[in-house]
Each structure stands twice: as structure tokens, then as C-alpha cells.
């Protein structure tokens, strides 16, 4: 008997750019464990960077599904960025992250731009 198993989807794709002191990082596929370290990798050297960004925001708008390790991921970055009086702002989320930021109450830790009230 021949065993196989589907492959595992590809990790998110994690972008960055920096303009006027303000980075923003743009994450597109699933919000998982698996975007754990290109975020934070990214992030830690922008913030061990000269000069450090500002503030940073998260573009969100390419993302198709955030589970609560997604979350647990949003306020690392978040808890990364804190110390140095960095603000972290999410940027247009999709309906996949905006809901289970709802369902937690994570929806006011974050500054959010872009996308509906919570109802």
C-alpha cells in the first residue's frame, strides 16, 4: 500500500516597504503559526535599523483565513513594536480577520483603518 499525503499550503508571503517613517508590511495568504517568523524576522530588522520606523502597519487585505495562532502572531508584533513606542495598525482587514478579532475582543488592542465597525 502506497502512503501520500497532500502537501502542505505554502506559508503567508510577508512584503515590506518603508516610506516617510512608516513601515508597511503586507501579508498575503493564510494568517497562521506559519507567518510567525517571516513577520517577526521582518519586523526585528526594521526595528534594528537606523533609523527605526515610526509606526508600522499591517496590510491585511490579502489574507484568507487568520485562526487564533494568526492572533497570537498580531500581538507578538504588536509586543514587539511596544517598547519602542511604535504603534502597530492593522490596514484593511478582511472579514477572515476582522471577525475572530471581534469574537476575542482583540479588535480594540489594535488601531484598525479600512474596515467596517464591528457590529
Known amino acids: 500500500m502506497e502512503e501520500t499525503s497532500s502537501p502542505a499550503p505554502p506559508g503567508p508571503e510577508v512584503t515590506h516597504r518603508v ?22 524576522r521582518v ?8 533609523p527605526a520606523p515610526g509606526r508600522v502597519e499591517l496590510d491585511l487585505s490579502e489574507v484568507s483565513f487568520m485562526n487564533s495562532a494568526g492572533m497570537a502572531v498580531l500581538v507578538q508584533v504588536q509586543k514587539l513594536a511596544a517598547p519602542r513606542g ?6 484593511r ?24 465597525a464591528p457590529s
Open 86 to 91: 511604535i504603534e502597530v495598525a492593522l490596514v
Open 19 to 40: 516610506e516617510d517613517g512608516i513601515a508597511r508590511l503586507t501579508v498575503a495568504g493564510e494568517l497562521t503559526d506559519s507567518a510567525r517568523r517571516p513577520l517577526v
Open 93 to 116: 482587514p478582511t472579514p477572515a480577520v476582522v471577525r475572530p478579532l471581534q469574537l476575542s475582543g482583540l479588535w480594540h488592542r489594535f488601531p484598525i483603518e479600512g474596515a467596517s
Open 43 to 50: 519586523l526585528t530588522d526594521l526595528l534594528l535599523g537606523q
